[in-house]
């Protein structure tokens, strides 16, 4: 795959870039840092346009959460919080009771999913940050969360080696679609819930359905975990990161890897721009690279 380094840090020290966001008209992307910073990068000049304090831990995950204007934060520090891009100086906080790993929103029903080390998830009004409902999901770190909007469901996976999926009417869980061993440390699903898909410590990544638990698919080829899971926007075809320094592309079709690229670090997170042409990938040299797959 050709790429660009879009963005590297002018510090000769750098934090490690921990996830990443693209801004719903692609303009913006945004990081979190594991010096509980977050920046805002222009995506066509890899400027840094601003940068945002107010978490004391690092930042584990963030989201654009309905515009450009709005950006949803989690961190070790025990909260999630949404920062006002207009008024930088105000964010509203959602306190947890142990550090916050991951997070997912649901723009269509005006939601927010925050998951935490002790396996609690909070479900949170995107509008004012009020706790909805708090579930114990998990018994240990809670590794990933995506909304099933058509579907009314959300589907959490964790270090314990499950992933559930819960009914957003009544919080309840329906079915544990995975059972394992192996830690779980990213998940991706297709827009319909047809697909979900399990990043593990292993470098492994299993396909699975809501709808049938037994029939599982695998796609083999990291050789150190899968730090994160992006499907492409036409549905096609599924990005991976890991530690072992190479992000992939996978073929969604016949579930075999079409693209490589390698770098000098670990990768801690990507997302595709909003036309699929572009993965970002944010690494832990604290730099941001743009992939072209050509695909």
């Given amino acids: 795959m050709e790429k660009v380094d879009l963005y590297r840090p002018a510090d000769s020290s750098p934090s490690p870039l921990t996830s990443i966001s693209i801004a719903p008209k692609g ?39 309905a515009t450009a204007n709005s950006v949803l934060s989690c ?54 940050l009020k706790s909805i409902r708090n579930l114990q999901a ?11 909007d058509e ?46 898909f399990l990043g593990f410590q292993n470098g492994t990544i299993v396909q699975v359905s809501i709808d049938n638990t037994e029939k599982r698919s695998k796609m083999v080829g990291h050789t150190d975990l899968v ?20 992000i992939r592309i996978w073929s969604l079709e016949t579930n075999t890897e079409v693209a490589t690229g390698q770098l000098m670090t670990g990768i801690s997170s990507i997302a595709w721009s909003l036309d699929g042409t572009i993965i970002y990938s944010a690494d832990l040299s604290g730099s941001i690279v743009s992939w072209m797959p050509s695909l």
């Fill in 27 to 65: 303009h913006l992307i945004a990081c979190g840092t594991m010096d509980s910073e977050i920046l805002l990068i222009d995506s066509k000049s890899g400027k840094t346009k601003q940068g945002i304090t107010g978490h004391s831990g690092a930042v584990s995950d963030v989201s654009f959460a």
């Fill in 75 to 128: 961190s070790w520090d025990r909260t999630t919080r949404l920062w006002d891009l207009k008024n930088i100086e105000e964010s509203l906080i959602l306190k947890h009771t142990s550090e916050t790993k991951a997070l997912a929103i649901s723009l269509k029903h005006g939601k927010g999913a925050s998951g935490c080390r002790d396996g609690m998830m909070k479900i949170f009004s995107l509008r004012n």
């Fill in 138 to 148: 998990h018994r240990s770190d809670i590794s990933g969360i995506a909304f099933i």
């Fill in 151 to 196: 579907e009314q469901k959300i589907i959490t996976a964790s270090y314990d080696g499950t992933c559930r999926l819960w009914d957003l009417s009544s919080y309840d869980a329906e079915k544990t679609l995975v059972k394992q061993k192996e830690r779980i440390r990213s998940i991706a699903t297709t827009p319909d819930g047809s697909g979900v």
């Fill in 227 to 246: 730090s994160k899971l992006s499907v492409d926007p036409t549905v096609q075809y599924i990005a991976s990161a890991s530690w072992d320094r190479t």
